[in-house]
């Protein structure tokens, strides 16, 4: 049998159920691509499940505030995707009468929607043979191919993408698309691929060579740089504690923080700095990102300033309206497992 046809009647016995799966709607295949991207399934199905209830078409989200889609998209990360999938809403529902584009050339103008997720809208919801490649593609085909080269460039996936797209079958090329993520994610894993099950093994060249681990071949590792922070718990005698929404651009803009700043640049002082009277330091809280750790000094701290449109009170633990980064959450799960720690600087 061809790779394809090997691939595809795996796929038909073996795909997981996802509640986008039998959607041919593109405004749900690109919101489920959109959160699928650094995401897991098992994550995103609940989220995907809120989003669609609370913005079904892809009017609904254009029209709907910022702050809101922010809210729904809490806990998932990457806030600039939400960003992003609401303003490509926008340009859809203005530029395009509220219709997502066929063409690959028309559909690449949408903001957030890059050559992965065009390939994955057009095949999946309209039958277009484009591939997708993204990482698990990489993965399946550097080993199927065994290719000994980095696909940190422009080149090697124009490459691959010539080849994915030679290979799709035109009357299944959704299928393919995602039979191809699928195998990745399923069985060709990172580590340890399955492949005394793999469907595809006859065709496998690494599998041939006894070392699949070997490949995709490794540029240069991107540093995690460590940042270290100060982050201001800053209570109201109600037990709510001071948010302020991050204006600047940056990876939080439009979310909603505890007054923070750079620790090194403590002197200069960030955001809120220059109306806060910085505490002792209560604990030191982790979080990573995709290519920084965030090392973030919880310190007690009192608010001098006046209250501005970007600053709010909330009682954290029945927060509704503020959408606040998974980093800021963490810090808020631990005040509220440690009320006496901050309560001596409670304000008035
Ligand atoms: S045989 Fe192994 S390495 Fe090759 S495609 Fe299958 S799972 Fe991946």
Same mark, same amino acid.
């Given at each position: 049998?061809?790779?394809?046809?090997?691939?595809?009647?795996?796929?038909?016995?073996?795909?997981?159920?996802?509640?986008?799966?039998?959607?041919?709607?593109?405004?749900?295949?690109?919101?489920?691509?959109?959160?699928?991207?650094?995401?897991?399934?098992?994550?995103?199905?609940?989220?995907?499940?809120?989003?669609?209830?609370?913005?079904?078409?892809?009017?609904?989200?254009?029209?709907?505030?910022?702050?809101?889609?922010?809210?729904?998209?809490? @806990?998932? #990360?990457? *806030? %600039?995707?939400?960003?992003? /999938?609401?303003?490509?809403?926008? +340009?859809? =529902?203005? !530029?395009?009468? &509220?219709?997502?584009?066929?063409?690959?050339?028309?559909?690449?103008?949408?903001? @957030?929607? #890059?050559? *992965? %997720?065009?390939?994955?809208? /057009?095949?999946?919801?309209?039958? +277009?043979? =484009?591939? !997708?490649?993204? &990482?698990?593609?990489?993965?399946?085909?550097?080993?199927?191919?065994?290719?000994?080269?980095?696909?940190?460039?422009?080149?090697?996936?124009?490459?691959?993408?010539?080849?994915?797209?030679?290979?799709?079958?035109?009357?299944?090329?959704?299928?393919?698309?995602?039979?191809?993520?699928?195998?990745?994610?399923?069985?060709?894993?990172?580590?340890?691929?399955?492949?005394?099950?793999?469907?595809?093994?006859?065709?496998?060249?690494?599998?041939?060579?006894?070392?699949?681990?070997?490949?995709?071949?490794?540029?240069?590792?991107?540093?995690?740089?460590?940042?270290?922070?100060?982050?201001?718990?800053?209570?109201?005698?109600?037990?709510?504690?001071?948010?302020?929404?991050?204006?600047?651009?940056?990876?939080?803009?439009?979310?909603?923080?505890?007054?923070?700043?750079?620790?090194?640049?403590?002197?200069?002082?960030?955001?809120?700095?220059?109306?806060?009277?910085?505490?002792?330091?209560?604990?030191?809280?982790?979080?990573?990102?995709?290519?920084?750790?965030?090392?973030?000094?919880?310190?007690?701290?009192?608010?001098?300033?006046?209250?501005?449109?970007?600053?709010?009170?909330?009682?954290?633990?029945?927060?509704?309206?503020?959408?606040?980064?998974?980093?800021?959450?963490?810090?808020?799960?631990?005040?509220?497992?440690?009320?006496?720690?901050?309560?001596?600087?409670?304000?008035?």
């Amino acid at each position: 049998m061809s790779f394809q046809e090997d691939l595809l009647a795996w796929f038909d016995q073996s795909a997981r159920e996802m509640p986008w799966r039998d959607s041919r709607d593109p405004y749900a295949i690109w919101v489920s691509e959109i959160m699928l991207q650094q995401t897991q399934v098992a994550t995103v199905v609940p989220y995907f499940e809120r989003f669609m209830h609370a913005f079904p078409t892809v009017f609904a989200l254009a029209a709907a505030p910022q702050e809101k889609v922010l809210k729904r998209w809490e @806990g998932l #990360g990457y *806030y %600039s995707r939400a960003r992003n /999938l609401q303003r490509g809403a926008q +340009l859809v =529902v203005s !530029a395009y009468g &509220g219709k997502i584009p066929r063409s690959l050339e028309e559909i690449l103008k949408v903001p @957030g929607i #890059g050559p *992965y %997720s065009a390939g994955a809208i /057009l095949s999946i919801a309209f039958g +277009l043979p =484009v591939p !997708a490649i993204d &990482g698990n593609v990489i993965r399946v085909f550097s080993r199927l191919d065994t290719l000994r080269h980095a696909f940190d460039s422009a080149q090697p996936r124009r490459a691959l993408s010539e080849r994915v797209a030679a290979l799709i079958p035109p009357e299944r090329a959704g299928d393919f698309n995602q039979a191809l993520m699928e195998l990745g994610a399923l069985v060709c894993k990172p580590r340890q691929p399955l492949c005394t099950d793999c469907p595809v093994q006859v065709h496998c060249q690494a599998y041939a060579e006894g070392q699949p681990e070997q490949y995709p071949y490794k540029g240069k590792k991107t540093q995690v740089k460590t940042l270290l922070l100060d982050v201001a718990v800053i209570q109201d005698g109600q037990g709510r504690v001071l948010l302020q929404q991050q204006t600047q651009k940056g990876i939080f803009k439009g979310l909603w923080c505890l007054p923070w700043r750079v620790a090194e640049a403590a002197a200069e002082s960030q955001l809120a700095g220059q109306s806060l009277c910085w505490g002792e330091s209560m604990t030191v809280i982790e979080h990573v990102l995709t290519h920084r750790r965030l090392q973030m000094q919880v310190r007690s701290a009192r608010w001098q300033g006046a209250n501005g449109p970007d600053l709010v009170w909330v009682n954290a633990a029945q927060n509704q309206d503020y959408a606040v980064p998974v980093a800021h959450q963490k810090i808020l799960d631990f005040v509220r497992a440690h009320p006496l720690l901050f309560e001596m600087y409670t304000q008035a």
